[in-house]
Nanobody, 127 residues
Framework: QVQLVESGGGLVQPGGSLRLSCAAS????????VTWFRQAPGKQREAVSC????????RYSDSVKGRFTISRDNAKNTIHLQMNSLKPEDTAVYYC????????????????????WGRGTPVTVSS
């Protein structure tokens, strides 16, 4: 089957870390640009990081730059988002999305729809 599945979310204290995973089935993520999004209650969905297909160029939003790291594990057909120094404002449901035509540019600018979406993994940062 063709799908994306996020995992790794949970409850963490401020200053802590989590590593999210986005695993693909039925297609090769190596051929796809992948973006991590998050959505908090009452707020619009926000793109936080993107990794290009092909050249693996990376983009981060200003809100997570220096704290989050996106990476590929092609052997496992998986994208990771390492999240460090977490803040309460990072609390959200985190989603990955992929397509084979997009290249990472300016984040959070409306563009063509993504081909594949996961259903999300919730992250709560609270003491």
């Amino acid at each position: 089957q063709v799908q994306l599945v996020e995992s790794g979310g949970g409850l963490v204290q401020p200053g802590g870390s989590l590593r999210l995973s986005c695993a693909a089935s039925g297609f090769a993520l190596d051929d796809y640009t992948v973006t991590w999004f998050r959505q908090a209650p009452g707020k619009q969905r926000e793109a936080v990081s993107c990794i290009n297909r092909g050249d693996d160029n990376i983009r981060y939003s200003d809100s997570v730059k220096g704290r989050f790291t996106i990476s590929r594990d092609n052997a496992k057909n998986t994208i990771h988002l390492q999240m460090n120094s977490l803040k309460p404002e990072d609390t959200a449901v985190y989603y990955c999305a992929a397509d084979d035509y997009r290249l990472c540019g300016e984040l959070n600018v409306p563009t063509l729809p993504y081909e594949y979406w996961g259903r999300g993994t919730p992250v709560t940062v609270s003491s």
